[in-house]
């Protein structure tokens, strides 16, 4: 079935950077953009970045723009974000998501934990 | 871009209704018809339950409904089931100059 698998999280402290990873399977990985979002514990929800189908597209948040960077590898079927100067404020769960089946995201990873701390 | 505005919470009874309100401006929701609404339980991932303001997904049940007015999006929920009581964010696209999306602040609804 159509999965999206994130990994990569951890406790890194201000400064630092990490590279997340999503790993996709049960639909044609290289025909659907890509989005991260996350959330802040006990926050809401907040768009970070996307990817086109074929990488020749990316956006960011003006939050993240700069020090993160989204990419995806078509052959291995997974999608990045790397991470660079994090800060406090990028304490979150980072999730995955794609539009499969309709315009809006309709499928999820289960999201992967990023604390950011001294 | 700032993010939408929703209740933070709102509460009712097994078999009643309940509308969750949605404001951004006319640059997100009053702009385009990508408004979306998410239902999240806690510690699980969102579930995408409306898309394009009105439209449910398959498997979604008939009680979730969508509407926009203007600036201000709405989730109502009839009938309401134990089952319900999660936190609902509302999403817009926001393109404009650039591609974005918003989401709103999240509206804890409780069955009594």
């Known amino acids: 079935q159509v999965q999206l698998v994130e990994s990569g999280g951890g406790v890194v402290q201000p400064g630092g950077s990490l590279r997340l990873s999503c790993a996709a399977s049960?639909?044609?990985?290289?025909?659907?953009?890509m989005h991260w979002v996350r959330q802040a514990p006990g926050k809401g929800l907040e768009w970070v970045a996307f990817?086109?189908?074929?990488?020749?597209?990316?956006y960011y948040a003006d939050s993240v723009k700069g020090r993160f960077t989204i990419s995806r590898d078509n052959s291995k079927n997974t999608l990045y974000l790397q991470m660079n100067s994090l800060r406090a404020e990028d304490t979150a769960v980072y999730y995955c998501?794609?539009?499969?089946?309709?315009?809006?995201?309709?499928?999820w990873g289960q999201g992967t934990m990023v604390t950011v701390s001294s | 871009q700032s993010a939408l505005t929703q209740p933070r919470s709102v509460s009712g009874s097994p078999g009643q209704s309940v509308t969750i309100s949605c404001t951004g401006t006319?640059?997100?929701?009053?702009?385009?018809?990508?408004v979306s609404w998410y239902q999240q339980h806690p510690g699980k991932a969102p579930k995408l339950m409306i898309y394009?303001?009105?439209k449910r997904p398959s498997g979604v049940p008939d009680r979730f409904s969508g509407s926009k007015s203007g600036n201000t999006a709405s989730l109502t929920i009839s009938g309401l089931q134990a089952e319900d009581e999660a936190d609902y964010y509302c999403?817009?696209?926001?393109?404009?100059?650039?591609?974005?999306?918003?989401f709103g602040g999240g509206t804890k609804l409780t069955v009594l």
């Open positions: 990817i086109r189908y074929d990488g020749s597209n990316k």
């Open positions: 049960g639909f044609t990985f290289s025909s659907y953009g």
């Open positions: 998501a794609t539009s499969i089946w309709v315009d809006a995201f309709d499928i």
């Open positions: 006319s640059s997100d929701v009053g702009g385009y018809n990508y």
């Open positions: 394009d303001v009105s």
């Open positions: 999403c817009s696209y926001a393109g404009s100059y650039t591609f974005n999306w918003v």
